[in-house]
Structures are given as C-alpha cells and as structure tokens.
C-alpha cells in the first residue's frame, strides 16, 4: 500500500528552537491532516487542512497544504519540552462516499531542555 | 465524553489462539477503521467500514477479519492469529460528508503480543 514520504524521521533540538517537518506524495489528496502521538497513547489531530495553499495555524503550530496537493509541512515555533511526541501526517482522499486515508511514517521529535 | 473506546488495552497470548479486539465510538460515525502500527512504518490500514455492513480491505488486511453489525461497533477479528501480527493496533472513527473530508478520531490503542 502507499505510503507518504515523511521527514526527517527523527530530530532533537534544544528547547526554544522552531521545528519544521514535511510529508511528499506521489498522488493528490484532497485533506492533508497532522497528528500528534504520545507514548502510549493514540494519534490526536493538531491540523486539518482542506484546500491546496491553505495556512492554517493552532497555537504555536502551523501547517500548509502545497499548492501541488501532493505535499504539506507543520512548523512548531519556541519548542517546550511537552511538544515531545511522534508527528504524523495523514493525505485524505474522500469522493462519492469513499474514504481512504494515507499515513507518513513519522517525525519522533526530541526536546532538550 | 466523546471517545473511541479499545478493549483490551494489552494482550499476550499464543499462537493460533482466536481473539477478538474490540472497538466502539460513541460519535454515530459513518466510517470506521483499523490501523496497525509497527516501528519505522507508521501507521497501515487493515481494514475500514463506510457504514453497517459495509467493510473493505485496506493495505494490509491478511489475518484479519472484521465486522459493522452496528454502527457504533467495529470489531477486529484474528482467527489464528501469529507472531508476525505483534503489534500496536489503532481504531479510529469519523463522519463521512459529501462536502469536506472529516479527519478521523483515535483510540488509545490495543499492544497484542502473539508468543
């Protein structure tokens, strides 16, 4: 099955710092959503995005639908040690009644304190 | 409280042993999904369900069954299960709209160990 191309697969960086990870595919979506995933827990929506160019932010989180609508990236500015977690984007397709839905691979991000 | 509620959180058992994973969400969400996710390869559909009695496979359905009798319902089937199905297993739900994509809501997850 595909699989979006997601990077990097891991980073750690000092508390403070802004954080920049991204999703490539080789098909359109029409939804590029971003989750956050902690230990031992399920994968919980940060951002949803609806439309190719859209820039959406929550909080100190943003996140752009490429223009392309075959990529997306989040950003996270002034890290804090709670931003510690697995991020994982998602392409969306749904048309006439059908759903399905791709994941990345995963970001672990690492925050220094 | 809005939820996707998975039972059992942890399992341990043998292979060739039936089990049965069980998944509710209490939204009246259309479409429901299985998920496993294994180190280094995020997350991979097993199965999902557009509405009861409707279920379809997703990119790794082998080894597993599932089924939608009701709409809050979606149980995840492994008839013998083996090693290779140790896992972290994910249910999600969501709306299905013919207007907007609906991001799907997730489970705490289920860790199956088969020895």
């Known amino acids: 099955g595909q699989q979006l191309n997601q990077s990097p697969q891991s980073m750690f960086i000092q508390e403070g710092e802004d954080v920049s990870m991204n999703c490539t595919s080789s098909?359109?979506?029409?939804?590029w959503l971003w989750y956050k995933q902690d230990p031992g827990e399920g994968p919980v929506l940060l951002i949803a995005?609806?439309?190719?160019?859209e820039l959406t932010s929550n909080g100190r989180l943003t996140a752009q639908f490429g223009i392309t609508r075959k990529d997306s990236f989040l950003n996270i500015s002034a890290s804090i040690p709670s931003d510690v977690g697995i991020y994982f984007c998602?392409?969306?397709?749904?048309?006439?009644?059908?759903?399905?839905?791709?994941f990345g691979t995963g970001t672990k991000l690492q925050v220094i304190p | 409280e809005a939820q996707v509620t998975q039972n059992p959180r942890y399992l341990i058992t043998v292979t060739g042993k039936k089990l049965t994973v069980t998944c509710s969400q209490n939204?009246?969400?259309?479409?429901m999904s299985w998920y496993r996710q294994d180190p280094g390869l995020g997350l991979r559909q097993i199965y999902y369900?557009?509405?009861?009695?409707?279920?379809d496979k997703g990119d790794v359905p082998e080894g597993y069954k599932v089924s939608r009798k009701e709409k809050r319902n979606f149980p995840l089937i492994l008839e013998s299960p083996s090693p290779n199905q140790t896992s972290l297993y994910f249910c999600?739900?969501?709306?299905?709209?013919?207007?907007?994509?609906?991001?799907?809501?997730f489970g705490d997850g289920t860790r199956l160990s088969i020895l």
């Open positions: 998602a392409g969306q397709i749904t048309s006439g009644g059908y759903q399905k839905v791709t």
């Open positions: 999600a739900s969501s709306l299905l709209s013919s207007y907007s994509n609906q991001p799907q809501h």
């Open positions: 939204m009246n969400h259309e479409y």
């Open positions: 098909s359109i979506f029409n939804t």
């Open positions: 995005l609806y439309k190719a160019g």
């Open positions: 369900s557009m509405n009861v009695e409707v279920t």
